[in-house]
């Protein structure tokens, strides 16, 4: 099975650990990973903003990159919803036919990593140990754009020493949305307060998610607050194992 | 409650503040946002309750969605079949292309009457025409009968909510209001108390003022008929006791079939007020001599909504039923509440009708209103993809941005076009994250982490820290590592 990773802009540039524990985990899972170095952006934040020409001219570029690929897999539910959802009416209203028939190919074959796990490869249990009690935070575009459903729930669910804390609230938005955090930051740091609030009464350890975009988000609240707790991308507690430093070998 | 009401402008889109700004206020106001929060969770509960045991619900919504689908692909026909019915039935059908021409209809209409007062249903689309400010002003007394429209009026306040209009409002708010405009110096702040005295004031309102002005949830066109969903019986009243009726609705509330309205009560009520079924659904058809009103009008209202349903994505707003799940399920007006959005359509549908509504020279800042995060779509019972129209929207006053000359003083608007120019070449992107790198080494602390941004930054460092930059970006390190071969890792099993 072969894979090329799409980082996303955002994981190359803040969160390289993200990269590097899908890169440990699929390759322990008998992937052949690669990596083309011509990937930069899918196109989200602009087309979330209003600029839907510059999205169309990044959302053309991914496709062109990954049209022959065998999958595409990438460690950030918000960029595949962007992708799945948001690619085909940009296609449609910018794009020429054999461009969209280039889309229409490569789409089943764009996976989010728990997707990749479960749907492609069928695996639930990653070989993974984090004895840590962990709460998961579900994204918004994981859970109603992708419909990721209990995947996550089922992979932590079989990562030794892990215990779930249930969180209340699942569904609620922290507040992030992309520049709607700056924007409307004052409403967004409404939110981000009363989300933070019930996951740090979970009492666990770390916060887990399949967005970064969210974990910065949360995690820059806990940090700035002393809240006693770490963020964490599913991916990383996905990549332990019992081996020590799994990180520092890779 | 009075200073309360003086905090908030008039819901009037095209003198309202931004949402950021609005929405200031409400977020350094303990108190409203804990009345918001309650009444919100109240409701958003029972509709869960009721919602789950519908076990067709996707079917119902999926229904739902087609009826109104249908009815606005054929929009024309629908309304010219519904003035005919209506009119063989005994009522006048009047059309307004815009607010004015509205307001001017009712005005003539309760002057030919020689109406000093009328009463009133709650309906949003007379405040979308700014009706009772107009009516007043030219002598003419309204009272609203809706108990949260009378707070409302009473406490010279505005609505925050489509279906609750005075959710904002706790009961030892509305004891105030009322003990002091109705002159009841003892009244208690039981629910009961305050029902009856409500009761007592309108009473005398509903058997002596001779017309009346409501709204129209849905308008039939196979019939003629009109129905109204309601649940304290003030709509009741005024539907059947004064002598002339005056219904205005937006030209999207027509409804194929009679039997459509099977479908869209179901979904309706659950949606609204987490209930099976609402108490008063009245349904009329035209007049019926010697009984209820012997006049009856109805204005049918454009206002832009010809224009909404000739854009393909956007369309589908005019599907709402405002049954207001959307402003109910969203993370955002649950902090900030109705008035923020400076419309009477706040929350999630006001985010992308008001700006619609207004040609988008006022309210650009709504589309932004919004995180994305779906929980809207997710319980609209008529599935009106609310994120899609507000990234087309949110496209649509970029694209108004792109002619401006000084465009590029816009912080926003100038990162997102050298953002653009970066992500289009890998050897630009992997330029400005090495610069980033370095850059952002000045704002960072002993700790690792930066606390204070300059700029657009400090938009987010107000509330958050962000971890500084790692000293090698991903794409660096899979360049530098030893490529570990599958084989090899598999032998190594």
Known sequence: ??????????NDTLF?????????????????IEFRPQQTCCGQMHANTGFRGEAYSQAKRFVRLYHDTEAVVIPSSSCVAMIRDQYPGLFEELGNEALRKELAALLPRVFELSEFLIDR???EDVGASFPHRVVYHASCHGLRAL???????????????????PLANTDRCCGFGGTFSIKNAEVSSAMLAV??????????EYCTALDNSCLMHLGGAMHRQYAGMKTIHLAEILASTEAPIAEALA | MSQTAAAHPQLDPTLALPFPQAALPVLRNPQLRRNVAHAIDVIQAKRSLLVAEKTDWQQLRQAASAIRAHALDNLAY????FETRCTAAGGTVHWAADAAEARQIILDLLRQESATEVIKIKTMTSAEIQLNPSLEAAGIRVFETDLAELILQLGNDEPSHIVVPALHVNR?????????RMGLENLSDDPQALTAAART???????????????ANFLIAETGSVAVIESEGNGRMCLTLPRTLITLAGIEKVLPRFQDLAVMLQVLARSATGERMNPYTSLWTGITPGDGPQRFHVVLLDNQRSSILSRPIERQTLKCIRCAACMNACPVYRQTGGHAYGSVYPGPIGAILTPQLMRMQHAKSLPYASSLCGACYEVCPVKINIPEVLIDLRAKVTDQERGRFNRFLDPMYLGMKIANFLFAKAWRFRAAQRLARIGLRLFTAGDGWIHSLPGLGAKWTQTRDLRGLPSETFRNWWAARTPVSVESNKEAK
């Open chain 1, 16 to 32: 390289p650990e993200t990269g590097r524990a899908v890169v440990r985990l699929l390759e322990r899972l008998g992937v052949d």
């Open chain 1, 195 to 204: 989300k933070l609030q019930d996951i740090v009464q979970t009492g666990a």
């Open chain 2, 201 to 215: 004031y309108l009473r005398r309102k509903f058997l002596t003022v001779p017309a009346a002005i409501g709204g």
């Open chain 1, 147 to 165: 419909n990721l459903g209990d995947r996550p729930y089922r992979l932590l669910a079989k990562v030794r020493g892990l215990s779930q804390a």
């Open chain 2, 78 to 81: 629908y309304l010219e079949q």
């Open chain 1, 1 to 10: 099975m072969r894979a090329s990773l799409f980082i996303t802009c955002y």
């Open chain 2, 172 to 180: 030892s708010q509305v004891r105030e209001i009322f003990a002091r």
């Open chain 1, 121 to 123: 490869l069928g695996v």
